[in-house]
């Protein structure tokens, strides 16, 4: 029978062949908790008479929305998360290693066909490995640190056929805000949304990941990728074990798709998502001039090292604005390192960044790089809702590392591929 | 019964912005419900008041801070044309009633609405509208009184591998 990958990862799960629109309790090969969904996550499982978490070695935990701890509440929310790490023996990544979804990934702990859930909307990332990955809330988290799976409704797929080159300084951050502009907010809601075709192909599993974390952008329950040659070349060199990976989890042509899409990425120009929703996506050249407080290089979306290699390429042996802040934070302590060793960090800071350590960072308004009223961020986060990154009164602007760079240099948006 | 009329695309930023969310108090969260883009609503919105959206209310994180909020103010229903998925399937957990109605649009701040889940209407100023119904899988938890409740139900997981 011809099938989306989502229907072939959950019928690899059942009993029998499952499609579009069936509700079953599937099992989860993991389960993410950090540190502001996870306390009230580990309250249900204890209403829920939870004693022990169904698989420890399933359960990833760790901190990175507030790390180092940025208040009093946020350091009892560690506190009581370590404690529930030890007495259950789940490996906590505490502080040490990064953001959720970068780590989950880089630490082998997602592998293809899996299906996973994690208590942030974000998680649908981990389709970049060619898992069913999906956000949920804490009460549904409880539920599954209890039980080891969850109610799942099989969503329909909209399919995403990527063709064409990526011109210089143009990638998968504007091909993804390009997508949600196309589709609109709520243009996935309750559908998984496939990436493929020849752009996608030849795309980096740091580019994969980029396009999957912004699936929730457009309401979509999971982004994914199919499984390829890049796709164990990535599992192999991070080590990750590879006994539990699904054979044919790659889509049929002739499956059933709520949309099938066609985008071309030859004449694609950098995309901007200006405020206050992300699919207010225009061309850079449209906001080119717009005058920017802070720039912010990092999150889920683009802080990995091939994101920082494409900010120092524009950014060459110029200096960023004295009048703006420049914000750089990995998204993970291997991704900061290895940015570390090629002596990014070291220019960056010459040219008058920030770096903080891997975390969040201003992404979502919390642990540091609050807006004030007035104030405008150019960030290459997912989301520019009113209030994200601070005061409600402030402007969030997305784009690419690319965009940020050559921005955070002349301290108004510019087009990255006007800087030499 | 006051309805809190908003837009489209209402986020859970706007919901209970980032920097709340070390609290999980539904009251105390309540305090800050809305706050920077609805300053009225923290203050004044009482209980039994409802809320109504248009087109992808709840869209954006997976912080259940968002219903817990709304719960903690009093709001035990909130009507939109369409829901975010996440935020629909949380309101559930936590007991916040999410209806889904097509004619969300025609009803209007300040308008007194009656919802009729298990019939399948409601009723805003003396108009009818159809409302759609709860998941069928959803309704089993909504009936045990939230999934903590439906959690104790569970002798043996009905798992799909079976």
Known sequence: ?420 | MRVWKFGDDVDTDAIIPGRFLTIYDPAELATHAFEGTRDDFAPEAEEGDIIVGGRNFGCGSSREHAPLAIKGAGITVVIARSFARIFYRNCINTGVLPVICPDAETIREGDTVEVFPDEGYLIANGVRHDIEPVPAFMQKIIAAGGLVEYAHTIEELELCTK
């Open chain 1, 1 to 420: 029978m011809s099938a989306t990958i989502t229907e072939k990862i959950f019928s690899g799960r059942c009993a029998r062949e499952v499609c579009a629109g069936d509700v079953m309790m599937a099992p989860v090969d993991a389960a993410m908790i950090h540190d502001i969904t996870g306390p009230l996550a580990i309250d249900k499982f204890v209403e829920m008479g939870g004693k022990r978490v169904f698989d420890p070695a399933k359960v990833i935990l760790l901190f990175d929305h507030q790390v180092p701890a940025d208040s009093i509440p946020a350091a009892q929310n560690h506190v009581m998360m370590r404690r529930f790490a030890e007495e259950q023996g789940i490996l906590n990544y505490d502080v040490h290693e990064g953001v959720c979804h970068q780590v989950a990934v880089e630490k082998g702990r997602v592998l293809p066909g899996d299906i996973v859930v994690g208590s942030d909307s974000h998680t649908c990332t981990y389709g970049a490995v060619g898992a069913f990955a999906t956000g949920i809330g804490s009460t549904d988290m409880g539920f599954a640190l209890r039980f080891g799976a969850l109610y799942f409704r099989i969503p329909e797929s909209i399919r995403a056929e990527v063709n064409g080159t990526f011109a210089p300084r143009v990638g998968a951050k504007d091909l993804v805000l390009s997508i949600i502009g196309d589709l609109g907010a709520d243009g996935a809601t309750y559908r998984a949304v496939e990436f493929t075709g020849p752009a996608m192909e030849v795309m980096d599993m740091p580019g994969r990941m980029t396009c999957c974390n912004m699936a929730i952008e457009m309401g979509g329950k999971a982004g994914i990728v199919p499984p390829d040659e890049t796709t164990r070349a990535y599992l192999a060199a991070i080590g990750a074990r590879t006994t539990r990976q699904k054979e044919n989890i790659t889509p049929d042509d002739d499956a059933v798709y709520a949309a099938w899409k066609d985008y071309e990425v030859t004449d694609l120009a950098p995309k901007v998502a200006v405020p206050h929703n992300v699919d207010n996506v225009v061309d850079v050249t449209a906001v080119a001039g717009t005058e920017v407080n802070q720039v912010f290089i990092g999150s889920c979306t683009n802080g990995r090292y091939e994101d920082f290699m494409e900010a120092a390429e524009v950014l060459g042996d110029q200096s960023f604005s004295p009048d703006i802040r420049v914000i750089i934070v990995p998204a993970s302590r291997s991704e900061y390192l290895k940015t570390l060793r090629a002596g990014l960090i070291e220019r960056f800071v010459e040219a008058g960044a920030i770096v903080e350590g891997p975390s969040c960072g201003p992404c979502m308004g919390g642990a540091f790089g609050l807006l004030a009223p007035g104030e405008v961020s150019l960030s290459t986060s997912n989301r520019n809702f009113r209030g994200r990154q601070g005061s409600t009164e402030a402007e969030v602007y997305l784009c690419s590392p690319a965009t940020a760079a050559a921005s955070a240099i002349s301290g108004v948006i510019t087009d990255p591929r006007e800087v030499a």
